[in-house]
């Protein structure tokens, strides 16, 4: 078989005695220089004509058949497909038990997190079996746990406290509560109050309601793309700066002491002065369980499940034995009677029906709701995706958000507060290789057993344990402050978004550290657009390699042409940037053309008694007549400058792109030079090498003839336009006027490798008024190539488009104007 196919690329290998290796290979490519223009005109493949009529294609998309039906129905009901191709024999077992566990995990944070969420106790096991089994029927991933999340439970609780706080001051006389009908009256608990209680209960309910709301409208709409302009460190600085507020509100349960609940900025500093002006008040109980508890489960996570993890076919349910324990202890001790150590109380024993959620004032929390929705969608579809990566399968994400609001909009029916992933919950779904979301049905079927049946067994629970299973549940968001650190070694930017992040949550509130956060982010957007790259390219003296001048070895730059790249997207935030690093980076045709007028005035131009070539060197006639180009095996030599005037299609120059193992031509000399020949390479390339002089006379910069000749060395500038992706019309307009502002100073300009979208916008923009088509290349070596075919050029006269030097200098103004 041949070693070189059609479009002239070969592969060289060497053989070796087991057979055909590619021990030793080389690319060669030989073809023509191909404008953007003549590449699409042989190669662009034209529109399909052959398209069926519109109402015809409307017809089939409106056509109702079974297989669209199911497709329809299964697409909004996953549970319909994951039934219908359900293996029994297989996935059962696995998915009962998963099921169990994980439902066996719920029991205790359904408690615990009702606690935190400033409701009621049984609030958390309702949020424990409704959206389980919502998810069942909407969710695609076997392993997302919905129920009580930790972090969701404290952004829920502030937004609880702040309206708690409205309720009071709008009821100051529930506080109080007469006895048998005297005029004596006792000062309450404002949490023993029901109808207190129920009022938080509906205000927790309206946020789940509105939340499920947020979410529905962003999975039809598809904003899902929402949550990629919060980084990783914003979500590692939030939840754990949210941690410490976890942390702070359980303390007083910890130590068995009563504080009022603060809210707005600086509420963890107002906490923290309560507790310790009421640490007298501290009861020995709480302290002991709250010390016995931690303890025991620091001890068995880490000494026996993490240990032990690889032999454990199921994790040790460490917090349903806290409670078990707990529970025991306080009902056979009578702790609550004998040492007035707070338990959980009342629980009902019954599932609830459905009520309509006091949506009264919600106005006031409407923005709450909807940073919490952008929350549960953040921290659940990042759960999904790192256990879909590990399984092997696809998480459909707008279903995925329809499913969470479905979890948060009906459960809000049935007395529930925002439900959100848990990661310790789906963590051990996915070590249990669960295989279908009908695992959530084991564990809400449990859930509601235990509501059922045992939950009035759970009335003597300690709130001590409840809270020390909540602070050792935050271990790994404590820890997670140690990626401080990291943000910092990778990138300092992502480490601003981190600082100000945790700060402005742990010093000022949740809602306003995620709104700083948020704005940080967005700001450093903004910001790295202004840190924009841009670089001269050169080509490998070995192997013609484009790669950053001066960045790499052995780097040249081809006489007369300079190359730019430019490593952003080009649009109105950093369109000046471009043109100013462009400037710098090669020649500025503004400061060439003052120079020119300030020699023409002096004198020092004579051109009508000088032959000089674009480079400001006087020329003969002999070396006048030829100029360097490149040929079909990649060689410098000189070319007569009249056969190349006009470039065709026909009469184009042929490049080559070589590895240096490939065979050289006979005059090589293998240091990148050709024999005979000179080699191709810039000296001085910019007048701020000369560095910078004053003028006596005007305090401009001194105009030398030394830094004229230097500056008119440079014909051609190539943009290689292959790094942007996104042009507006800004950027559009700006590489108009930087083609105008070089051909005044008779410099032309190649853009190589744009797209299709970018020569678009080009066109609806008008600025081929300005670049003719013509300067438009497949790639930078089709350029490079063209551009060195028309090195030689007469020189015009200075200035010729402008009367005075004013004109010169205001011509860019006019254009924008």
């Not at 349910?317 to 324990?325: A, G, Q, S, T, W």
């Not at 910069?701 to 500038?717: A, D, Q, S």
């Amino acid at each position: 078989m041949s070693m070189e196919d059609k479009s002239g690329v070969k592969d060289r290998r060497k053989s070796s005695p087991g057979g055909t290796t590619p021990v030793d290979s080389t690319i060669f490519i030989k073809r023509q220089p191909y404008t953007q223009a003549a590449f699409d005109e042989i190669y662009l493949k034209e529109k399909n004509t052959d398209k069926p009529p519109i109402y015809q294609r409307a017809l089939e998309k409106v056509s109702c058949t079974p297989k669209k039906v199911f497709k329809i129905f299964s697409s909004f009901l996953p549970i319909i497909k994951a039934i219908r191709y359900y293996n029994l024999k297989e996935n059962a077992v696995t998915d009962i038990l998963s099921g169990i566990t994980i439902g066996i995990l719920h029991i205790p944070q359904a408690l615990a997190f009702g606690l935190l969420t400033s409701v009621k106790v049984e609030n958390g096991l309702y949020t424990s079996v409704w959206p389980i089994i919502l998810y069942v029927i909407f969710g695609t991933s076997p392993h997302v746990s919905m129920g009580t999340s930790a972090v969701i439970c404290i952004v829920t609780a502030s937004v609880v406290d702040k309206q708690a706080e409205v309720f009071k001051a709008a009821n100051p006389t529930l506080i109080y509560s007469s006895l048998n009908g005297s005029s004596n009256a006792t000062l309450l608990e404002w949490d023993s109050i029901p109808a207190f209680m129920d009022y938080k209960e509906h205000v927790s309910m309206t946020i789940s309601l509105f939340v499920g709301v947020i979410l529905l409208i962003m999975g039809f709409l598809r904003l899902g793309f929402i949550t990629a302009y919060l980084s990783e460190s914003f979500f590692a600085a939030f939840t754990s700066g949210a941690a410490v507020h976890i942390a702070t509100s359980q303390i007083p349960a910890l130590l068995g002491i009563s504080i009022p609940r603060y809210g707005g900025a600086f509420k963890i500093v107002k906490t923290y002065k309560a507790i310790f002006e009421n640490i007298t008040d501290a009861n020995v109980a709480a302290i002991v369980t709250t010390i016995i508890c931690i303890a025991f489960i620091f001890l068995m996570k880490e000494c026996v499940n993490e240990r032990f993890k690889d032999k454990l076919f199921i994790p040790i349910p460490v917090e349903l034995i806290v409670v078990i324990i707990a529970t025991l202890a306080s009902y056979l001790g009578k702790l609550n009677e004998e040492f007035d150590l707070a338990i959980v109380g009342n629980i009902p024993s019954t599932i609830p029906p459905p009520i309509l959620p006091d949506t009264t004032g919600v106005a006031d929390y409407f923005v709450d709701c909807f940073v919490i929705a952008i929350l549960i969608f953040a921290n659940t579809i990042a759960m999904a995706k790192v256990c879909a990566k590990k399984h092997n399968y696809e998480v459909d994400d707008s279903q995925e958000l329809v499913a969470y609001g479905m979890c948060n909009f009906v459960s809000a029916f049935f007395r529930c507060f925002p439900s959100a992933v848990a990661p310790p919950r789906s963590m051990v779904a996915s070590n249990m290789n669960a295989k279908s979301t009908l695992n959530g049905a084991f564990a809400a079927l449990l859930m509601i057993l235990v509501i059922m049946a045992m939950s009035v067994l759970f009335e003597p629970l300690p709130k001590a344990a409840l809270s020390s299973i909540i602070v050792a549940a935050l271990k790994g968001l404590f820890i997670q402050m140690g990626d401080c650190r990291k943000y910092w070694r990778i990138n300092r930017i992502d480490f601003v978004i981190w600082f100000f992040t945790i700060v402005s949550v742990v010093f000022l509130d949740i809602d306003f550290g995620l709104g700083i956060g948020v704005i940080v982010s967005l700001i450093t957007v903004v910001f790295q657009t202004q840190f924009a790259r841009g670089y001269r390219l050169g080509r490998i003296t070995k192997d013609g390699a484009i790669v950053e001048y001066k960045r790499y070895s052995e780097t040249i730059e081809d006489t007369g042409v300079k190359v730019f790249r430019f490593q952003a997207n080009l649009f109105f935030a950093n369109a000046e940037i471009f043109r100013n690093t462009l400037y710098k980076c090669t020649i500025n045709p503004r400061k060439l053309l003052k120079f020119l007028k300030k020699q023409e005035r002096k004198g020092g131009l004579k051109e009508k008694k000088m032959s000089t070539d674009l480079t400001g060197v006087t020329v003969t006639g002999d070396r006048k007549a030829s100029q360097v180009s490149i040929n079909s095996n990649g060689k410098d030599t000189f070319i007569n400058t009249a056969s190349t005037a006009n470039l065709t299609k026909s009469d184009n120059p042929v490049f080559s792109i070589s590895d240096e193992n490939l065979s050289r031509p006979s005059n090589y000399s293998g240091n990148g030079n050709y024999q005979g020949m000179p080699r191709q390479m810039s000296t001085a390339s910019s007048i701020s090498q000369l560095g910078y002089e004053e003028d006596p006379e005007t305090g401009d910069e001194l105009v030398t003839p030394e830094k004229i000749r230097i500056m008119r060395k440079t014909h051609h500038i190539i943009i290689d336009c292959s790094n942007i992706n996104y042009l507006d019309a800004s950027g559009a307009n700006v590489l108009g006027h930087i083609s105008s502002e070089y051909n005044h100073v008779q410099v032309k300009v190649f853009l190589a490798g744009c797209s299709v979208d970018m020569i678009k916008t080009m066109t609806q923009a008008s600025v081929f008024d300005r670049i003719p088509k013509e300067n438009l290349f497949l790639t930078v070596y089709d350029a490079i190539a063209v551009a060195k075919t028309q090195s030689i050029r007469p020189l015009p006269p200075v200035v010729e488009d402008f009367d005075d030097e004013e004109a010169a200098e205001d011509s860019y103004i006019t254009n924008i104007q």
